[in-house]
């Protein structure tokens, strides 16, 4: 793999997060390209050369953009998948014909055990090229686009956590991406960034719980108006379970709380004083709907795993069963069936020592 600004990264997504990094990476000097199935943002990103950037970070980055995936990957030293959880099965088997051994697949963000699903639904289409998949637990950028070809970027992560699938190459992973986000740090394996998913913990219960504000038709902030003082208690209690399947597996991990402290330098008394302290989210307004990825991602691609991982486990998920069944009630859909259990993943028949065995080892 080449060094510093001679990797080739290919951004799969042309969405809020994909624009940004595809921008911002551009801006950086790197040779990245763009890819999308939609037709729309491809285009207006063809027409200027790139992606006009704004807020906290200010330019222009040329980018190459193409609804051609073979394109896009062609040569790519770094794939990174920037698109809702949901896509992560239908991306892998859109890639796997197109995959070359030694190329990186960093998805951005993974949510829970996004690796994992990623990993197996390579091998679901006899995939035989040599990858590693890198997963982060959470986006970098607090962003959004103005508009196609505009990305608006409010605030940087001060620390992103990643993990390589096998672990073994987690260290030379770091190494590589750091040359363009130095804040990245380490954790010991997916396992980990999966444990360090919080958006299940905040978005569905906060969406929730602020259902007469979502369907108001008003204007409202998600983090400032519907995460009061109640309802950051709640999802400080969610938190506690999680911080509890960690702590059953071994591992130490950050608090809500105390990872808004470092990602965003944010204070407060309690989550909820914390987030209105958080400046990145000052302008988040909140949905119009609750068919929205809050619910419809964070469920099956976040609640959906914890509880099957906490069940294996022995450790109780009541509040985060209680959110996946309130959600099912309030939207009348199934969250359930299609979300990444062990059972759903095939991974089910695995002892915890097996499964960490595939996750340190391959």
Not at 31 to 51: A, M, R
Not at 99 to 111: N, R, T, W, Y
Not at 114 to 137: H, P, Q, R, W
Not at 340 to 357: A, T, V
């Amino acid at each position: 793999m080449s060094d510093n600004k001679d990797l080739k990264w290919a951004i799969i997504g042309a969405g809020n997060g994909g624009q940004s990094v595809a921008g911002h990476l551009g801006l950086m000097g790197f040779d990245v390209s763009i890819y999308d199935i939609c037709l729309e943002p491809i285009d207006v990103i063809k027409k200027q050369g790139g992606i006009f950037l704004e807020g906290a970070v200010k330019g222009f980055g040329n980018v190459y953009a193409t609804n051609d995936l073979e394109e896009a990957l062609l040569g790519a030293d770094i794939i990174m998948v920037i698109t809702p959880a949901l896509d992560h099965a239908q991306v892998a088997k859109d890639c796997a014909p197109y995959l070359k051994d030694k190329q990186m697949i960093v998805l951005h963000p993974g949510a829970t055990f996004g690796a994992l699903a990623f990993y197996k639904a390579l091998k679901d289409e006899n995939c035989k090229a040599e990858t590693t998949i890198v997963e982060t637990s959470t986006l970098i950028y607090a962003c959004r686009l103005s508009k196609s070809g505009t990305a608006c970027i409010l605030g940087i992560k001060d620390r992103l956590q990643i993990a390589a699938l096998p672990a073994i190459k987690t260290k030379e992973v770091v190494k590589i991406l750091k040359t363009a986000y130095p804040q990245i740090e380490g954790l010991d394996n997916v396992m980990m960034t999966s444990l360090d998913n919080t958006n299940p913990m905040i978005h569905p219960p906060a969406t929730l719980f602020s259902t007469s504000l979502v369907e108001s038709n008003k204007d409202w902030l998600f983090y400032w108006d519907g995460i009061t003082t109640s309802v950051g208690n709640f999802i400080e209690g969610m938190d506690h379970e999680r911080l509890n399947i960690a702590e059953k597996l071994g591992y130490k991990m950050d608090a809500i709380k105390d990872q808004y402290r470092v990602e965003y330098h944010a204070e407060g008394e309690n989550i909820s004083e914390i987030f209105k302290n958080t400046d990145a989210y000052s302008g988040v307004y909140g949905q119009k709907s609750l068919e929205t990825r809050y619910i419809l991602e964070d469920i099956p691609m976040g609640l959906v795993p914890f509880v099957s991982l906490g069940k294996k486990l022995g450790v109780k998920v009541e509040r985060m069963e209680m959110i996946i069944k309130l959600s099912e009630f309030m939207l009348q859909k199934d969250l359930t069936s299609y979300g990444r259990s062990f059972e759903n993943m095939g991974f089910d028949e695995m002892s915890m020592d097996e499964i960490m065995n595939l996750i340190i080892n391959g």
